[in-house]
Nanobody, 118 residues
């Protein structure tokens, strides 16, 4: 399994950015795809996740209403649309995957840096 996150960059506070995670190496029909982030000097935190089949999605309270996860099944890609960005959202964002029956995320991609300027 390979996960490749991309699309990070610099954006002003209040702006939007969409980052992508391209997944390869197997079929993901029974997987959960998650997004995590790690800000400088802080622990990694959960952002949101989606079930590949069925589309159930859930988010951390800190991003609920601002961030949206979607996916393109044909492209095997999961997106994180981030709106109303705040400097507190500055972090390296990672995508991860786990089987629905597992609790821990077993597969991780390299992160993509999102920087929000004030």
């Amino acid at each position: 399994v390979q996960l490749q996150a991309s699309g990070g960059g610099l954006v002003q506070a209040g702006g939007s950015l969409r980052i992508s995670c391209e997944a390869s190496g197997r079929t993901f029909s029974n997987f959960v795809m998650g997004w995590f982030r790690q800000a400088p000097g802080k622990a990694r935190e959960f952002v949101g996740a989606t079930v590949w089949s069925g589309g159930r999605t859930w988010y951390a309270d800190s991003v609920k209403g601002r961030f949206t996860i979607s996916k393109d099944n044909l492209a095997n890609t999961v997106y994180l649309q981030m709106d109303s960005l705040d400097p507190e959202d500055t972090a390296v964002h990672y995508c991860a995957a786990r089987r629905e029956v597992d609790r821990a995320y077993n597969y991780w991609g390299r992160g993509t840096l999102v920087t929000v300027s004030s």
